[in-house]
């Protein structure tokens, strides 16, 4: 059982890192290894569909690059098939089973019938091609992109899903994994989603041109201390550890919607008093969608911190926009366009 105050499962080394970044300038880097244990996954104000459960997944292995990788799977029950599938990635630090309680996707994957897949990264993370980790952990060397394609690849064989109608959505380094995937297997993609992270420089240059129109949606905090809204210039430093250039969060929106073939006009609409939504028609009738949280950080929006100092040095969270509710509504209207 859950214990009711969140601050008493953690090791008091939390407190004692807390301690020493409130008076250095590495505070994010000191906390960030630690994020998925703080946050608490629930309802906000029972506005949003419950978060997932992970009774409600069946784990899997397979080999992939010569390892035995893992993800989570739940599969919708009497459902037509072929299936549309979402995959979730976790961010660094982070598991698959963490993640699957973060996002409200399970529960909507029940209710309307597609697959929600969640695989794992090795040793907590993803090999996204930055070479580096925001954590100040060693970055992982395993081929992710191989992997996300054998676990489509497993889903079409042993569950019906479809191959033309596959979603991926992360946040933070699961979120560069997703645009790194997009950019390195965008014929294994109908759309995709990244939250909390922004395109790499580099990887913008080496980003292959898809196939047919990638519609995309992009999800950032003006307030993120760990991947800033402005961008980041190449060689700073997170927890000691030289990080790549960073393009800013409107234009990895820019570049993506171009490359879906979307007009550069946007039709912006405001939710709650700080969430600005920018949307550009594309090509086929698809769209391309950036949500701006102007009061949030490095958290995935509708997801709520129990803890006060977290939530002011990881930025704030957004409460007005619960995640898995967007991203499904723009994954489904893609399948309509089409």
């Given at each position: 059982?859950?214990?009711?105050?969140?601050?008493?499962?953690?090791?008091?080394?939390?407190?004692?890192?807390?301690?020493?970044?409130?008076?250095?300038?590495?505070?994010?880097?000191?906390?960030?290894?630690?994020?998925?244990?703080?946050?608490?996954?629930?309802?906000?104000?029972?506005?949003?569909?419950?978060?997932?459960?992970?009774?409600?997944?069946?784990?899997?292995?397979?080999?992939?690059?010569?390892?035995?990788?893992?993800?989570?799977?739940?599969?919708?029950?009497?459902?037509?098939?072929?299936?549309?599938?979402?995959?979730?990635?976790?961010?660094?630090?982070?598991?698959?089973?963490?993640?699957?309680?973060?996002?409200?996707?399970?529960?909507?994957?029940a209710r309307d019938g597609f697959i929600v897949a969640a695989p794992q990264g090795v040793n907590k993370h993803w090999?996204?091609?930055?070479?580096?980790?925001?954590?100040?952990?060693?970055?992982?060397?395993?081929?992710?992109?191989?992997?996300?394609?054998?676990?489509?690849?497993?889903?079409?064989?042993?569950?019906?899903?479809?191959?033309?109608?596959?979603?991926?959505?992360?946040?933070?380094?699961?979120?560069?994994?997703?645009?790194?995937?997009?950019?390195?297997?965008?014929?294994?993609?109908?759309?995709?989603?990244?939250?909390?992270?922004?395109?790499?420089?580099?990887?913008?240059?080496?980003?292959?041109?898809?196939?047919?129109?990638?519609?995309?949606?992009?999800?950032?905090?003006?307030?993120?201390?760990?991947?800033?809204?402005?961008?980041?210039?190449e060689g700073e430093e997170r927890r000691g550890e030289p990080q790549p250039a960073l393009l800013s969060a409107d234009?990895?929106?820019?570049?993506?919607?171009?490359?879906?073939?979307?007009?550069?006009?946007?039709?912006?609409?405001?939710?709650?008093?700080?969430?600005?939504?920018?949307?550009?028609?594309?090509?086929?009738?698809?769209?391309?969608?950036?949500?701006?949280?102007?009061?949030?950080?490095?958290?995935?929006?509708?997801?709520?911190?129990?803890?006060?100092?977290?939530?002011?040095?990881?930025?704030?969270?957004?409460?007005?926009?619960?995640?898995?509710?967007?991203?499904?509504?723009?994954?489904?209207?893609?399948?309509?366009?089409?």
């Amino acid at each position: 059982m859950r214990p009711r105050n969140a601050l008493s499962r953690f090791p008091m080394t939390l407190f004692r890192c807390a301690a020493l970044v409130m008076l250095s300038t590495s505070l994010a880097g000191c906390l960030v290894a630690r994020v998925p244990l703080m946050i608490e996954a629930h309802q906000a104000e029972q506005r949003f569909p419950a978060k997932g459960e992970i009774d409600s997944a069946q784990p899997r292995t397979l080999i992939s690059g010569g390892l035995q990788r893992r993800y989570w799977v739940q599969v919708p029950a009497a459902a037509r098939k072929p299936l549309p599938v979402v995959l979730v990635l976790h961010g660094g630090t982070e598991t698959a089973e963490a993640v699957w309680g973060q996002t409200s996707l399970p529960t909507l994957g029940a209710r309307d019938g597609f697959i929600v897949a969640a695989p794992q990264g090795v040793n907590k993370h993803w090999n996204d091609g930055r070479g580096s980790t925001l954590a100040g952990d060693a970055p992982s060397t395993a081929d992710d992109v191989a992997f996300l394609r054998a676990v489509i690849a497993d889903l079409v064989l042993r569950d019906g899903a479809d191959a033309r109608s596959v979603f991926v959505i992360g946040a933070s380094n699961g979120g560069f994994m997703a645009l790194h995937f997009a950019c390195q297997a965008p014929d294994a993609l109908r759309a995709g989603a990244n939250v909390i992270s922004t395109l790499p420089t580099a990887e913008a240059r080496r980003c292959k041109p898809a196939p047919k129109p990638l519609p995309w949606m992009s999800m950032n905090g003006v307030r993120d201390p760990l991947v800033p809204f402005a961008g980041m210039a190449e060689g700073e430093e997170r927890r000691g550890e030289p990080q790549p250039a960073l393009l800013s969060a409107d234009a990895t929106f820019q570049f993506l919607a171009q490359r879906a073939g979307c007009t550069p006009e946007a039709q912006i609409s405001r939710i709650g008093g700080s969430v600005e939504k920018r949307v550009r028609r594309c090509n086929g009738g698809a769209t391309a969608e950036q949500y701006v949280f102007s009061e949030a950080g490095h958290v995935w929006p509708g997801l709520p911190i129990k803890s006060p100092m977290l939530s002011m040095y990881l930025g704030g969270a957004n409460l007005d926009v619960d995640t898995g509710e967007a991203a499904w509504d723009f994954f489904r209207r893609t399948l309509a366009a089409r």
